[in-house]
Nanobody
Framework: VQLQASGGGLVQAGESLRLSCAAS????????LGWYRQAPGKERELVAA???????NYVDSVKGRFTISRDSAKNTVYLQMNGLKPEDTAIYYCVAANFWIGMDSPFKYWGQGTEVTVSS
């Protein structure tokens, strides 16, 4: 499975960005797609995930601001980020898992990161 992410950039606090991730390869084996992020000096965290059944899950810090969605016809997952805050600054990684057991699922496949910077 190959994941190609795009859409990062520099924005001001309160603005929006949409990240996209195109999946290719053995995508039939994938049961969940998501986005991790890693901020400077912090551990990686799973921000949002969506299962094949369409169930969405979010870390508390982004609930109500971020929306994950997928276009199955295009094998693409999106992360719409509204009301961005400086603490959202991080490198965001598109990820995929073969099976879903919740936010602790083992995301085996990782795309390259895309950088999001939010200025205050």
């Amino acid at each position: 499975v190959q994941l190609q992410a795009s859409g990062g950039g520099l924005v001001q606090a309160g603005e929006s960005l949409r990240l996209s991730c195109a999946a290719s390869g053995s995508i039939f084996s994938i049961n969940a797609l998501g986005w991790y992020r890693q901020a400077p000096g912090k551990e990686r965290e799973l921000v949002a995930a969506i299962t094949n059944g369409g169930s969405t899950n979010y870390v508390d810090s982004v609930k109500g601001r971020f929306t994950i969605s997928r276009d199955s016809a295009k094998n693409t997952v999106y992360l719409q980020m509204n009301g961005l805050k400086p603490e959202d600054t991080a490198i965001y990684y598109c990820v995929a898992a073969n099976f879903w057991i919740g936010m602790d699922s083992p995301f085996k496949y990782w795309g390259q990161g895309t950088e999001v910077t939010v200025s205050s």
